[in-house]
Protein backbone atom coordinates (compact mmCIF):
# COMPACT_ATOMS: atom_id res chain seq x y z
CA UNK A 1 0.00 0.00 0.00
CA UNK A 2 1.47 3.27 -1.04
CA UNK A 3 1.88 5.46 1.90
CA UNK A 4 1.15 9.61 1.69
CA UNK A 5 4.14 10.56 3.46
CA UNK A 6 7.79 11.58 2.52
CA UNK A 7 9.52 10.82 5.22
CA UNK A 8 11.64 7.28 5.47
CA UNK A 9 12.33 5.07 7.84
CA UNK A 10 14.83 2.60 8.33
CA UNK A 11 12.55 -0.28 9.68
CA UNK A 12 9.63 -0.55 11.68
CA UNK A 13 11.02 -1.94 15.08
CA UNK A 14 14.26 -4.12 16.46
CA UNK A 15 14.19 -6.61 18.72
CA UNK A 16 17.10 -6.26 21.09
CA UNK A 17 19.43 -9.01 22.27
CA UNK A 18 22.57 -9.09 24.45
CA UNK A 19 25.02 -11.37 22.89
CA UNK A 20 28.70 -11.72 24.10
CA UNK A 21 28.52 -8.72 26.39
CA UNK A 22 26.99 -6.34 23.95
CA UNK A 23 23.89 -5.08 22.74
CA UNK A 24 22.64 -6.28 19.42
CA UNK A 25 19.35 -5.57 17.13
CA UNK A 26 18.12 -7.78 14.44
CA UNK A 27 15.86 -5.72 12.23
CA UNK A 28 13.19 -7.20 9.81
CA UNK A 29 15.72 -7.55 7.09
CA UNK A 30 17.43 -9.94 8.55
CA UNK A 31 20.39 -7.42 9.62
CA UNK A 32 21.89 -7.66 12.73
CA UNK A 33 23.80 -4.84 13.83
CA UNK A 34 25.71 -3.14 17.26
CA UNK A 35 24.33 -0.97 19.19
CA UNK A 36 27.03 2.32 20.53
CA UNK A 37 28.11 1.15 24.16
CA UNK A 38 26.01 4.16 25.70
CA UNK A 39 23.24 1.98 24.95
CA UNK A 40 22.65 0.53 28.73
CA UNK A 41 19.28 1.18 29.77
CA UNK A 42 15.89 1.45 28.06
CA UNK A 43 15.96 5.25 28.22
CA UNK A 44 19.46 4.76 25.97
CA UNK A 45 17.78 2.14 24.13
CA UNK A 46 15.07 4.65 23.31
CA UNK A 47 17.02 7.60 22.42
CA UNK A 48 19.32 4.83 19.87
CA UNK A 49 15.64 4.00 18.16
CA UNK A 50 14.94 7.52 17.48
CA UNK A 51 18.30 8.56 16.32
CA UNK A 52 18.42 5.45 13.96
CA UNK A 53 15.21 6.11 12.29
CA UNK A 54 13.05 3.15 13.79
CA UNK A 55 9.38 3.91 12.60
CA UNK A 56 6.51 3.77 10.36
CA UNK A 57 5.02 5.67 7.76
CA UNK A 58 1.44 6.55 8.16
CA UNK A 59 -1.40 4.52 6.65
CA UNK A 60 -3.51 7.48 4.90
CA UNK A 61 -3.68 10.67 3.69
CA UNK A 62 -5.03 12.58 7.18
CA UNK A 63 -3.15 9.97 9.22
CA UNK A 64 -0.03 9.54 11.51
CA UNK A 65 3.57 8.30 11.66
CA UNK A 66 3.98 5.27 14.03
CA UNK A 67 6.71 5.28 16.63
CA UNK A 68 9.39 2.96 16.79
CA UNK A 69 9.23 -0.41 18.37
CA UNK A 70 11.95 -2.29 20.76
CA UNK A 71 11.09 -5.77 21.51
CA UNK A 72 13.46 -7.28 24.54
CA UNK A 73 14.50 -10.23 24.81
CA UNK A 74 15.45 -11.84 28.06
CA UNK A 75 19.00 -11.21 27.61
CA UNK A 76 18.43 -7.65 26.48
CA UNK A 77 15.77 -7.08 29.83
CA UNK A 78 18.75 -8.41 31.99
CA UNK A 79 21.34 -6.41 29.72
CA UNK A 80 19.23 -3.40 30.53
CA UNK A 81 18.98 -3.99 33.97
CA UNK A 82 15.02 -4.35 33.68
CA UNK A 83 13.10 -7.00 36.30
CA UNK A 84 13.58 -10.53 34.84
CA UNK A 85 10.04 -10.93 34.91
CA UNK A 86 6.96 -8.81 36.48
CA UNK A 87 6.00 -9.59 40.65
CA UNK A 88 2.50 -7.34 40.31
CA UNK A 89 0.60 -10.32 38.62
CA UNK A 90 -2.65 -8.48 39.14
CA UNK A 91 -1.74 -4.89 37.30
CA UNK A 92 1.36 -6.82 35.06
CA UNK A 93 3.23 -3.86 35.14
CA UNK A 94 6.90 -2.83 36.87
CA UNK A 95 6.14 -1.02 40.10
CA UNK A 96 6.39 2.85 40.01
CA UNK A 97 8.99 3.05 42.40
CA UNK A 98 11.44 0.77 40.60
CA UNK A 99 14.86 2.00 39.41
CA UNK A 100 13.71 1.89 35.55
CA UNK A 101 11.04 3.81 35.64
CA UNK A 102 12.98 6.23 37.54
CA UNK A 103 15.44 6.44 35.17
CA UNK A 104 13.05 6.71 32.26
CA UNK A 105 11.82 9.58 34.52
CA UNK A 106 14.86 11.23 34.89
CA UNK A 107 15.77 10.89 31.23
CA UNK A 108 12.87 12.98 30.41
CA UNK A 109 10.35 9.70 29.26
CA UNK A 110 6.79 9.39 30.42
CA UNK A 111 5.08 6.00 30.41
CA UNK A 112 1.41 5.86 29.59
CA UNK A 113 -1.35 4.99 32.39
CA UNK A 114 -0.72 1.21 32.15
CA UNK A 115 3.02 1.67 32.92
CA UNK A 116 6.06 -0.60 32.07
CA UNK A 117 4.73 -4.01 31.61
CA UNK A 118 4.61 -6.34 28.47
CA UNK A 119 3.98 -3.70 26.11
CA UNK A 120 4.46 -0.01 26.70
CA UNK A 121 4.20 3.68 25.66
CA UNK A 122 6.84 6.06 26.17
CA UNK A 123 6.76 9.73 25.26
CA UNK A 124 8.73 13.01 25.12
CA UNK A 125 8.82 15.75 23.05
CA UNK A 126 5.88 14.85 21.13
CA UNK A 127 7.41 11.48 20.15
CA UNK A 128 6.79 8.10 21.34
CA UNK A 129 8.57 4.46 21.63
CA UNK A 130 6.87 1.67 22.02
CA UNK A 131 8.10 -1.75 23.57
CA UNK A 132 7.55 -5.12 24.09
CA UNK A 133 8.95 -7.24 26.61
CA UNK A 134 9.14 -11.05 25.45
CA UNK A 135 9.71 -12.54 29.37
CA UNK A 136 7.15 -10.34 30.63
CA UNK A 137 4.52 -11.88 28.44
CA UNK A 138 4.18 -9.25 25.19
CA UNK A 139 3.26 -12.30 23.06
CA UNK A 140 1.79 -14.49 25.79
CA UNK A 141 -1.67 -16.52 25.00
CA UNK A 142 -4.09 -13.48 26.57
CA UNK A 143 -2.24 -11.30 23.57
CA UNK A 144 -3.17 -13.52 20.94
CA UNK A 145 -0.58 -13.82 18.41
CA UNK A 146 -0.50 -17.75 17.95
CA UNK A 147 1.96 -19.11 17.03
CA UNK A 148 4.09 -16.38 17.47
CA UNK A 149 5.99 -17.86 20.67
CA UNK A 150 6.94 -20.25 17.93
CA UNK A 151 9.58 -18.01 16.84
CA UNK A 152 10.24 -15.78 19.97
CA UNK A 153 13.16 -17.96 21.20
CA UNK A 154 15.06 -16.37 17.71
CA UNK A 155 15.57 -12.83 17.60
CA UNK A 156 15.54 -12.51 13.86
CA UNK A 157 12.90 -14.67 12.92
CA UNK A 158 11.15 -12.90 15.40
CA UNK A 159 12.75 -9.23 13.82
CA UNK A 160 11.28 -10.75 10.54
CA UNK A 161 8.05 -12.30 11.17
CA UNK A 162 6.88 -8.87 12.88
CA UNK A 163 8.36 -6.74 10.03
CA UNK A 164 6.35 -8.52 7.78
CA UNK A 165 3.19 -7.83 9.97
CA UNK A 166 4.38 -4.02 10.30
CA UNK A 167 4.27 -3.76 6.65
CA UNK A 168 0.94 -6.00 5.51
CA UNK A 169 -1.26 -4.70 8.50
CA UNK A 170 0.43 -2.28 11.28
CA UNK A 171 3.03 -1.85 13.29
CA UNK A 172 2.68 -3.70 16.84
CA UNK A 173 1.63 -2.13 19.55
CA UNK A 174 -0.28 -4.36 21.86
CA UNK A 175 -2.36 -7.61 21.61
CA UNK A 176 -3.58 -8.39 17.96
CA UNK A 177 -7.15 -7.31 18.76
CA UNK A 178 -5.19 -3.93 19.94
CA UNK A 179 -3.67 -3.82 16.94
CA UNK A 180 -7.29 -4.31 14.89
CA UNK A 181 -8.39 -1.53 16.66
CA UNK A 182 -5.25 0.95 15.51
CA UNK A 183 -5.29 -0.37 12.00
CA UNK A 184 -9.39 0.68 11.95
CA UNK A 185 -8.64 4.16 12.95
CA UNK A 186 -5.32 4.36 11.13
CA UNK A 187 -6.41 3.89 7.71
CA UNK A 188 -9.31 5.94 8.53
CA UNK A 189 -8.55 8.52 11.26
CA UNK A 190 -11.39 10.17 13.10
CA UNK A 191 -9.85 13.72 12.50
CA UNK A 192 -7.75 16.24 10.25
CA UNK A 193 -6.49 19.36 11.47
CA UNK A 194 -7.50 22.04 8.97
CA UNK A 195 -6.74 25.86 9.18
CA UNK A 196 -9.57 27.91 10.35
CA UNK A 197 -9.95 31.09 9.08
CA UNK A 198 -11.93 32.84 11.35
CA UNK A 199 -9.83 31.77 14.18
CA UNK A 200 -6.47 32.05 12.24
CA UNK A 201 -5.47 28.87 14.15
CA UNK A 202 -5.81 25.37 13.54
CA UNK A 203 -8.58 23.39 14.40
CA UNK A 204 -9.65 19.60 14.50
CA UNK A 205 -12.49 17.91 12.37
CA UNK A 206 -13.93 15.04 11.77
CA UNK A 207 -12.91 13.15 8.60
CA UNK A 208 -15.71 12.04 6.62
CA UNK A 209 -16.64 7.94 6.75
CA UNK A 210 -15.16 8.02 10.32
CA UNK A 211 -15.82 7.51 13.89
CA UNK A 212 -14.69 10.74 15.07
CA UNK A 213 -16.24 10.75 18.75
CA UNK A 214 -16.98 8.02 21.43
CA UNK A 215 -20.70 7.69 21.48
CA UNK A 216 -23.63 5.94 23.73
CA UNK A 217 -24.79 3.08 22.34
CA UNK A 218 -28.33 2.35 22.04
CA UNK A 219 -30.43 0.21 25.20
CA UNK A 220 -31.14 -2.81 23.58
CA UNK A 221 -27.34 -2.42 22.53
CA UNK A 222 -25.75 -1.87 25.91
CA UNK A 223 -23.86 -5.02 27.92
CA UNK A 224 -25.29 -5.73 31.80
CA UNK A 225 -22.31 -3.17 33.12
CA UNK A 226 -22.64 -0.31 31.46
CA UNK A 227 -24.47 2.59 32.82
CA UNK A 228 -27.53 2.75 30.54
CA UNK A 229 -28.50 -0.99 31.53
CA UNK A 230 -28.13 0.33 34.99
CA UNK A 231 -32.19 -0.23 35.69
CA UNK A 232 -32.32 -3.75 33.38
CA UNK A 233 -33.45 -6.74 35.59
CA UNK A 234 -31.37 -9.77 35.72
CA UNK A 235 -34.82 -11.00 33.99
CA UNK A 236 -34.71 -8.27 31.04
CA UNK A 237 -30.98 -9.24 30.76
CA UNK A 238 -31.46 -12.51 29.23
CA UNK A 239 -34.71 -11.57 27.12
CA UNK A 240 -34.26 -10.97 23.79
CA UNK A 241 -37.04 -8.77 23.95
CA UNK A 242 -34.55 -5.88 25.82
CA UNK A 243 -31.51 -6.95 24.57
CA UNK A 244 -29.98 -7.36 20.94
CA UNK A 245 -28.19 -10.72 20.96
CA UNK A 246 -26.46 -10.87 17.65
CA UNK A 247 -23.88 -13.90 18.26
CA UNK A 248 -22.71 -16.72 16.28
CA UNK A 249 -24.71 -19.95 15.98
CA UNK A 250 -23.86 -23.07 18.85
CA UNK A 251 -25.94 -25.66 17.62
CA UNK A 252 -25.91 -29.56 16.58
CA UNK A 253 -28.73 -32.20 16.55
CA UNK A 254 -28.74 -36.22 16.55
CA UNK A 255 -28.48 -37.57 13.19
CA UNK A 256 -31.60 -39.24 11.49
CA UNK A 257 -31.72 -43.02 10.64
CA UNK A 258 -30.32 -42.17 6.92
CA UNK A 259 -27.73 -39.62 8.23
CA UNK A 260 -26.39 -42.40 10.84
CA UNK A 261 -26.13 -45.04 7.97
CA UNK A 262 -23.23 -42.73 6.21
CA UNK A 263 -19.49 -43.61 7.92
CA UNK A 264 -18.35 -40.36 8.03
CA UNK A 265 -18.88 -36.41 9.26
CA UNK A 266 -17.22 -33.69 7.58
CA UNK A 267 -16.30 -30.09 9.35
CA UNK A 268 -16.06 -26.85 6.95
CA UNK A 269 -14.63 -24.39 8.53
CA UNK A 270 -15.67 -20.53 6.51
CA UNK A 271 -11.66 -18.63 6.40
CA UNK A 272 -12.08 -15.59 8.48
CA UNK A 273 -15.88 -15.39 8.56
CA UNK A 274 -15.66 -11.88 10.67
CA UNK A 275 -13.50 -10.48 8.05
CA UNK A 276 -15.57 -11.64 5.16
CA UNK A 277 -18.60 -10.52 6.98
CA UNK A 278 -17.34 -6.79 7.00
CA UNK A 279 -17.00 -6.16 3.35
CA UNK A 280 -19.00 -3.52 2.14
CA UNK A 281 -21.21 -3.72 5.38
CA UNK A 282 -22.91 -0.75 5.83
CA UNK A 283 -22.75 0.65 9.63
CA UNK A 284 -23.83 3.05 11.70
CA UNK A 285 -21.43 6.18 12.40
CA UNK A 286 -23.39 8.23 14.85
CA UNK A 287 -26.06 7.79 17.02
CA UNK A 288 -28.71 6.30 17.73
CA UNK A 289 -32.10 7.73 17.16
CA UNK A 290 -34.79 5.85 18.70
CA UNK A 291 -38.21 5.19 16.21
CA UNK A 292 -41.63 3.72 16.96
CA UNK A 293 -43.36 1.35 14.77
CA UNK A 294 -41.35 2.34 11.30
CA UNK A 295 -40.79 0.41 8.26
CA UNK A 296 -37.98 -1.80 7.47
CA UNK A 297 -35.08 -0.76 5.63
CA UNK A 298 -32.46 -2.96 4.71
CA UNK A 299 -30.20 -0.02 4.05
CA UNK A 300 -30.50 1.62 7.66
CA UNK A 301 -28.23 0.18 10.64
CA UNK A 302 -29.93 -0.04 13.57
CA UNK A 303 -31.65 -2.59 15.40
CA UNK A 304 -35.15 -3.47 15.48
CA UNK A 305 -37.96 -5.18 17.74
CA UNK A 306 -39.24 -7.60 15.24
CA UNK A 307 -41.71 -10.79 16.51
CA UNK A 308 -40.41 -13.66 14.04
CA UNK A 309 -41.82 -16.48 16.31
CA UNK A 310 -44.39 -18.69 14.32
CA UNK A 311 -42.11 -17.63 10.79
CA UNK A 312 -41.86 -20.32 8.30
CA UNK A 313 -38.17 -20.74 6.73
CA UNK A 314 -38.53 -20.98 3.09
CA UNK A 315 -35.97 -20.55 -0.16
CA UNK A 316 -37.19 -20.41 -3.69
CA UNK A 317 -36.42 -23.91 -5.64
CA UNK A 318 -33.28 -23.47 -8.04
CA UNK A 319 -35.54 -24.90 -10.92
CA UNK A 320 -39.06 -24.24 -10.45
CA UNK A 321 -38.55 -20.91 -8.89
CA UNK A 322 -41.70 -22.14 -6.01
CA UNK A 323 -41.42 -21.43 -2.41
CA UNK A 324 -40.29 -24.62 -0.23
CA UNK A 325 -40.24 -24.93 3.13
CA UNK A 326 -37.15 -25.73 4.97
CA UNK A 327 -37.08 -29.27 7.16
CA UNK A 328 -37.62 -28.59 10.58
CA UNK A 329 -34.53 -29.81 11.83
CA UNK A 330 -32.83 -27.03 10.01
CA UNK A 331 -31.23 -24.13 12.69
CA UNK A 332 -33.32 -21.01 12.75
CA UNK A 333 -31.18 -17.94 11.51
CA UNK A 334 -32.31 -15.62 14.24
CA UNK A 335 -31.17 -16.75 17.19
CA UNK A 336 -27.75 -18.01 18.70
CA UNK A 337 -28.75 -21.87 19.69
CA UNK A 338 -30.58 -22.08 16.37
CA UNK A 339 -34.09 -22.40 17.85
CA UNK A 340 -36.79 -21.14 16.62
CA UNK A 341 -37.61 -17.71 18.46
CA UNK A 342 -40.23 -17.17 20.60
CA UNK A 343 -41.26 -13.78 20.95
CA UNK A 344 -40.23 -10.32 19.86
CA UNK A 345 -36.43 -9.57 19.98
CA UNK A 346 -33.99 -7.65 18.71
CA UNK A 347 -31.93 -8.03 15.72
CA UNK A 348 -29.73 -6.08 13.38
CA UNK A 349 -30.23 -5.31 10.02
CA UNK A 350 -28.66 -8.27 8.45
CA UNK A 351 -30.44 -10.34 10.27
CA UNK A 352 -33.83 -8.73 9.22
CA UNK A 353 -32.75 -8.38 5.42
CA UNK A 354 -31.98 -12.39 5.58
CA UNK A 355 -35.34 -13.15 6.75
CA UNK A 356 -36.93 -11.07 4.05
CA UNK A 357 -34.81 -12.98 1.48
CA UNK A 358 -36.86 -16.14 3.36
CA UNK A 359 -39.87 -14.71 2.41
CA UNK A 360 -40.85 -13.29 6.08
CA UNK A 361 -42.68 -10.09 6.74
CA UNK A 362 -41.24 -7.84 8.95
CA UNK A 363 -43.19 -5.21 10.73
CA UNK A 364 -40.90 -3.76 13.42
CA UNK A 365 -42.19 -2.50 16.18
CA UNK A 366 -39.99 0.03 17.46
CA UNK A 367 -35.74 0.94 16.23
CA UNK A 368 -32.84 2.36 17.18
CA UNK A 369 -31.21 3.41 13.89
CA UNK A 370 -28.26 5.10 13.00
CA UNK A 371 -28.77 7.33 9.76
CA UNK A 372 -25.36 8.21 9.41
CA UNK A 373 -23.76 5.65 7.75
CA UNK A 374 -21.26 3.98 5.61
CA UNK A 375 -18.49 1.28 4.93
CA UNK A 376 -16.18 2.39 7.73
CA UNK A 377 -14.95 -1.19 7.67
CA UNK A 378 -13.98 -1.61 4.20
CA UNK A 379 -10.62 -0.10 4.45
CA UNK A 380 -9.89 -2.34 7.39
CA UNK A 381 -10.93 -5.18 5.58
CA UNK A 382 -8.47 -4.40 2.31
CA UNK A 383 -5.44 -4.51 4.01
CA UNK A 384 -6.23 -7.54 6.24
CA UNK A 385 -7.43 -9.66 3.45
CA UNK A 386 -4.51 -8.38 1.46
CA UNK A 387 -1.97 -9.35 4.10
CA UNK A 388 -4.11 -12.97 4.99
CA UNK A 389 -3.97 -13.90 1.15
CA UNK A 390 -0.19 -12.44 0.56
CA UNK A 391 0.93 -14.65 3.50
CA UNK A 392 -1.18 -17.93 2.47
CA UNK A 393 0.69 -17.41 -1.01
CA UNK A 394 3.99 -17.38 1.18
CA UNK A 395 3.02 -20.66 2.29
CA UNK A 396 2.64 -22.35 -1.64
CA UNK A 397 -1.46 -21.82 -0.98
CA UNK A 398 -2.76 -19.69 -4.03
CA UNK A 399 -6.41 -18.71 -5.40
CA UNK A 400 -5.68 -20.64 -8.61
CA UNK A 401 -5.13 -23.84 -6.89
CA UNK A 402 -7.90 -27.06 -7.28
CA UNK A 403 -9.99 -28.21 -4.54
CA UNK A 404 -8.02 -31.46 -4.23
CA UNK A 405 -4.58 -29.44 -3.92
CA UNK A 406 -6.31 -26.68 -1.73
CA UNK A 407 -7.14 -29.82 0.78
CA UNK A 408 -3.82 -31.45 0.70
CA UNK A 409 -1.66 -28.11 1.64
CA UNK A 410 -3.68 -26.85 4.18
CA UNK A 411 -3.65 -30.35 6.02
CA UNK A 412 0.53 -29.76 5.94
CA UNK A 413 0.07 -25.77 6.34
CA UNK A 414 1.68 -26.07 10.23
CA UNK A 415 4.35 -28.02 8.78
CA UNK A 416 5.52 -24.97 6.65
CA UNK A 417 7.73 -22.15 7.09
CA UNK A 418 6.95 -21.37 10.70
CA UNK A 419 7.67 -18.06 10.27
CA UNK A 420 5.21 -17.69 7.83
CA UNK A 421 2.54 -19.56 9.73
CA UNK A 422 3.35 -17.71 13.12
CA UNK A 423 2.42 -14.93 10.97
CA UNK A 424 -1.13 -16.10 9.46
CA UNK A 425 -2.19 -16.92 12.74
CA UNK A 426 -1.21 -13.35 14.12
CA UNK A 427 -3.81 -11.91 10.93
CA UNK A 428 -6.89 -14.39 11.80
CA UNK A 429 -6.56 -13.35 15.04
CA UNK A 430 -6.41 -9.44 14.54
CA UNK A 431 -9.47 -9.78 12.10
CA UNK A 432 -11.00 -11.57 15.07
CA UNK A 433 -10.42 -9.68 17.76
CA UNK A 434 -10.70 -6.31 16.38
CA UNK A 435 -14.57 -7.52 15.88
CA UNK A 436 -14.79 -8.41 19.14
CA UNK A 437 -12.94 -5.58 21.17
CA UNK A 438 -15.46 -3.33 19.87
CA UNK A 439 -17.85 -4.35 22.47
CA UNK A 440 -14.76 -4.79 24.93
CA UNK A 441 -15.88 -5.32 28.90
CA UNK A 442 -14.49 -3.86 31.94
CA UNK A 443 -11.40 -5.49 33.27
CA UNK A 444 -9.25 -5.13 36.34
CA UNK A 445 -9.77 -2.41 38.61
CA UNK A 446 -12.11 -1.00 36.66
CA UNK A 447 -14.02 -3.96 36.89
CA UNK A 448 -13.90 -4.28 40.64
CA UNK A 449 -15.62 -0.91 41.02
CA UNK A 450 -19.09 -2.15 40.50
CA UNK A 451 -21.72 -2.57 38.48
CA UNK A 452 -22.64 -0.55 35.76
CA UNK A 453 -19.44 1.90 36.74
CA UNK A 454 -18.02 3.70 33.42
CA UNK A 455 -14.91 2.00 32.31
CA UNK A 456 -11.82 3.30 30.00
CA UNK A 457 -12.94 0.95 26.78
CA UNK A 458 -16.50 3.44 27.01
CA UNK A 459 -14.06 6.39 25.74
CA UNK A 460 -12.76 4.74 22.42
CA UNK A 461 -14.81 5.91 19.18
CA UNK A 462 -14.47 2.16 18.32
CA UNK A 463 -16.16 1.19 21.09
CA UNK A 464 -19.04 -0.07 19.02
CA UNK A 465 -21.37 -2.95 20.43
CA UNK A 466 -23.79 -2.03 17.44
CA UNK A 467 -20.77 -2.46 14.75
CA UNK A 468 -20.19 -6.04 16.28
CA UNK A 469 -23.49 -7.06 15.98
CA UNK A 470 -24.14 -6.05 12.71
CA UNK A 471 -20.54 -7.93 11.88
CA UNK A 472 -21.66 -11.06 13.64
CA UNK A 473 -25.49 -11.05 11.99
CA UNK A 474 -23.67 -10.53 8.72
CA UNK A 475 -21.25 -13.50 9.29
CA UNK A 476 -24.24 -15.81 10.85
CA UNK A 477 -26.82 -15.04 7.92
CA UNK A 478 -24.49 -15.65 5.64
CA UNK A 479 -23.25 -18.91 6.62
CA UNK A 480 -27.05 -19.39 6.70
CA UNK A 481 -28.06 -18.87 3.63
CA UNK A 482 -25.00 -20.75 1.97
CA UNK A 483 -26.24 -23.60 4.06
CA UNK A 484 -29.74 -23.31 2.42
CA UNK A 485 -27.83 -22.81 -1.04
CA UNK A 486 -26.64 -26.54 -0.24
CA UNK A 487 -29.85 -28.28 1.11
CA UNK A 488 -31.75 -26.72 -1.94
CA UNK A 489 -29.21 -28.15 -4.50
CA UNK A 490 -28.25 -31.56 -2.75
CA UNK A 491 -30.72 -31.89 0.33
CA UNK A 492 -27.71 -31.89 2.63
CA UNK A 493 -28.95 -30.72 6.19
CA UNK A 494 -26.32 -29.74 8.66
CA UNK A 495 -25.92 -31.74 11.60
CA UNK A 496 -23.87 -29.23 13.71
CA UNK A 497 -22.74 -25.38 13.20
CA UNK A 498 -20.40 -24.18 15.97
CA UNK A 499 -19.67 -20.30 14.83
CA UNK A 500 -17.50 -20.46 11.32
CA UNK A 501 -17.44 -24.50 11.50
CA UNK A 502 -20.77 -26.32 10.47
CA UNK A 503 -20.71 -30.65 10.19
CA UNK A 504 -22.53 -32.58 7.23
CA UNK A 505 -22.98 -35.93 6.84
CA UNK A 506 -20.87 -37.70 3.99
CA UNK A 507 -20.45 -40.87 2.20
CA UNK A 508 -16.52 -40.32 1.98
CA UNK A 509 -14.08 -38.63 4.32
CA UNK A 510 -13.95 -35.70 2.15
CA UNK A 511 -15.10 -32.25 2.31
CA UNK A 512 -15.24 -32.98 -1.76
CA UNK A 513 -18.34 -34.97 -1.09
CA UNK A 514 -20.61 -32.35 0.20
CA UNK A 515 -19.80 -29.70 -2.24
CA UNK A 516 -22.84 -28.52 -4.14
CA UNK A 517 -22.06 -28.41 -7.68
CA UNK A 518 -23.34 -26.96 -10.79
CA UNK A 519 -23.88 -29.74 -13.49
CA UNK A 520 -21.01 -29.20 -15.37
CA UNK A 521 -19.45 -30.37 -12.07
CA UNK A 522 -18.39 -26.33 -11.03
CA UNK A 523 -18.85 -24.81 -7.67
CA UNK A 524 -22.71 -23.56 -6.81
CA UNK A 525 -23.11 -20.13 -6.44
CA UNK A 526 -23.52 -18.73 -3.31
CA UNK A 527 -23.28 -22.22 -2.01
CA UNK A 528 -19.56 -23.05 -0.26
CA UNK A 529 -16.70 -23.12 -2.20
CA UNK A 530 -13.61 -24.47 -1.41
CA UNK A 531 -10.70 -22.43 -1.58
CA UNK A 532 -7.97 -19.57 0.55
CA UNK A 533 -10.29 -16.81 -0.31
CA UNK A 534 -12.26 -15.10 3.15
CA UNK A 535 -15.80 -16.29 3.57
CA UNK A 536 -14.81 -19.52 1.30
CA UNK A 537 -14.44 -23.05 3.14
CA UNK A 538 -11.39 -25.43 4.16
CA UNK A 539 -11.64 -28.91 5.99
CA UNK A 540 -11.95 -28.66 9.15
CA UNK A 541 -11.78 -32.42 9.89
CA UNK A 542 -13.10 -35.91 9.53
CA UNK A 543 -14.42 -38.06 11.87
CA UNK A 544 -16.54 -41.22 12.12
CA UNK A 545 -20.27 -41.14 12.46
CA UNK A 546 -20.12 -43.30 15.89
CA UNK A 547 -17.89 -40.03 17.01
CA UNK A 548 -20.13 -37.62 16.11
CA UNK A 549 -23.30 -39.87 17.43
CA UNK A 550 -20.65 -39.83 20.79
CA UNK A 551 -20.55 -36.38 21.14
CA UNK A 552 -24.21 -35.45 20.97
CA UNK A 553 -24.67 -38.17 23.87
CA UNK A 554 -22.37 -36.18 26.01
CA UNK A 555 -24.72 -32.99 24.77
CA UNK A 556 -20.95 -31.68 23.25
CA UNK A 557 -21.00 -29.38 20.05
CA UNK A 558 -19.08 -31.85 17.61
CA UNK A 559 -17.94 -28.79 15.96
CA UNK A 560 -15.76 -28.15 19.05
CA UNK A 561 -13.58 -31.07 19.07
CA UNK A 562 -13.81 -32.26 15.09
CA UNK A 563 -10.36 -30.17 14.26
CA UNK A 564 -8.01 -33.35 15.60
CA UNK A 565 -10.13 -33.94 18.37
CA UNK A 566 -8.50 -30.47 19.42
CA UNK A 567 -10.72 -27.92 21.80
CA UNK A 568 -11.07 -25.23 19.14
CA UNK A 569 -12.87 -22.90 21.30
CA UNK A 570 -9.56 -23.66 24.25
CA UNK A 571 -7.56 -23.12 21.17
CA UNK A 572 -8.97 -19.15 20.18
CA UNK A 573 -10.52 -20.21 17.52
Same mark, same amino acid.
Request: charged share 25%.
Given at each position: ????T????? *?? /???????????V?DL?N???ID?P?E?T???????W?L?? !??G???L &???GED????L?LT??????L??P?R?DD???L?????D?A?KAL?? *??????? *???????F?F??????????????????N?R?G? #?????A?????AY?L? /?Y??????????T *??C?? &?L????R?PT???FD??TG???????P???H??VD?A?P???????????R?R??S???A??L?E?ALN??REA????A?L?YV????V????????NR?T??LG?????????????????W??D???A +???????R??????L?????S????D???? &????W????T??Y??E????V?????????DAG?Y?DL????L??AYM???????I?ED?D???FI??????K?RD??????L &???KA??K?G??????R?? !??T???G???P???L +?????RP?I?????????V???RK?V +??W???? /?V?L?V????????S????A?A?MA?K????????AFR????P??V????V?? #?Q?????????A???R?I???????R?G?
Open positions: MTTMEKTYA *AP /LAVLSAADGALAPVQRLGVDLATAADAGY !GLAAK &SQYTGPLVESAVEFGLPLRKRRVPDDPVTE *AGWTLSR *AGLGGWSLRDRTEVHVAVVPWGAFSDMWD #MDAVADPGALTG /LAERVISPTGS *AGSL &SMTAVPVAKRGRMRRVPVGSLRAPPEAPDEHPIAAETEEKSPHVVEWYTEEEAPVGLDNTAFLAAALVGEAVYTDGPVFDKKLPGALVLSG +KLRTKDLTKQWREPEHFPPFTPGRPP &SGPAYATPLAAQLGIERPLAAWLRPGLWHNRRADTLADLGTMEAADAMATVAPEAVAL &SAITAGIGKMREPQ !GSKRERNAWAA +KRPTWDRAAVISASRGQHM +KVNAVG /LPALADCVIYPAQPTLVREDGSPLPGLGPNGFKQEGQP #MWYQAMTAKRNPGFKEGRDAVDE
